[in-house]
């Protein structure tokens, strides 16, 4: 161990199409380095696992260089490896578990398989400090959307409710597609919608009706908002009348952030949580954080949102994670930890 009473944590993330690498002594972030193949994948208007995997094979050792440099450490000063073992793309994650592991017998050094959502909610203790116990966690992004109570971030994670269908990022992606927005689409419909009217366009909200509150309280559903997006501006095209992008685009994300912020801040109450936590790369999202700010704020709960850097894929909440669970005395994996694609979220590690 270092001479430091925290650990030196290095931390692998490949779940998707970024390769990140972070590095975080206790809680204090000392170096988050991504590289990112989004533009290899913007041609095909979504993810290409073969296409990731071999992003992350050509990019994995220049980016823990790159880590390390910024930190100011070497690998040797390393307390312990943690990477992301699940879920996500099976051949992406493959490749980071893959180098963790060489690190970790190359170094000597203990390994912690960790779970990718559970890091998206550990991550904020680098920026805001120790977590709340328990924390409401609310994570919203490409392939996910759930809501979790969270006593324990290293060990004890209870989902509350999930997408049954699209994640909310996915929504975003594809209602993009419709409008003729770049990939990904999240932050070019942000950007749009600031120039639109979030209430020209009565959108539906999925799974809010009476029945549904009490079939899937927690749940959220956006297949029905897409493709109400999708009937809408095709009968305007059929028409020959214009579609009003920055219109449809506002409508569009006031539904989503409605139904998200809605039943997450009603979580909160009925399980007398008094912090909501979002993270994933829709809390980058303006709107997002505006309505969670003004909801939380009538319901007397506290928010936390990670800033947007540390909202999408990074190495950093993996090490803050990893840094968690070491200084929680957490049992380390064994080194024939699997790389799981379909990881639940109650099991934080591997």
Avoid at 141 to 157: E, F, K, Q, R, Y
Wanted: glycine share 10%.
């Amino acid at each position: 161990m270092t001479t430091e009473h925290e650990p030196l944590v290095l931390g692998i993330e490949t779940s998707c199409d970024e390769t990140g690498v972070g590095i975080v002594r206790g809680q204090t972030l000392l170096a988050d380095t991504v590289a990112s193949s989004v533009d290899e994948h913007a041609r095909f208007g979504g993810v290409v696992p073969e296409v990731a995997s071999r992003a992350h094979l050509e990019a994995m050792v220049p980016t823990i260089e790159r880590a390390c440099a910024q930190a100011g450490v070497r690998l040797q000063e390393v307390d312990a490896v943690a990477v992301t073992a699940g879920p996500g793309l099976a051949g992406a994650l493959l490749v980071g578990v893959a180098a963790a592991k060489a690190l970790a017998v190359g170094l000597g050094r203990p390994i912690y398989g960790v779970n990718h959502l559970a890091a998206h909610v550990a991550v904020d203790v680098v920026e805001h400090g120790p977590l709340p116990e328990p924390t409401m966690g609310l994570l919203v992004s490409g392939g996910h959307s759930n809501l979790l109570l969270v006593p324990d971030v290293t060990c004890d994670i209870r989902s509350l409710g999930a997408t049954i269908d699209d994640a909310a990022g996915e929504a975003f992606d594809k209602v993009a597609r419709l409008l003729g927005l770049p990939f990904p689409g999240g932050p070019h419909i942000d950007r749009a919608a600031r120039e639109g009217n979030q209430v020209a366009i009565d959108f539906p909200r999925g799974l809010t009706s009476g029945r549904d509150m009490d079939r899937h309280r927690f749940d959220y559903s956006f297949s029905g908002l897409k493709t109400a997006v999708a009937r809408w501006v095709k009968a305007r095209e059929d028409s020959g009348e214009p579609v009003p992008v920055a219109d449809v685009a506002a409508s569009f994300q006031e539904a989503v952030v409605d139904v998200l912020t809605r039943k997450a801040v009603l979580a909160c109450r009925e399980h007398g949580v008094d912090d909501l936590l979002i993270g994933g790369g829709v809390a980058a999202n303006s709107r997002l954080r505006a309505m969670a700010q003004e909801r939380c704020d009538a319901a007397g709960v506290r928010l936390r949102v990670p800033r947007p850097g540390l909202c999408t894929d990074n190495g950093a909440m993996v090490a803050a994670l990893g840094a968690e669970m070491v200084q929680k005395g957490r049992e380390a994996s064994r080194l024939d930890l699997p790389a799981d694609s379909s990881q639940p979220v109650w099991q934080v590690s591997a």
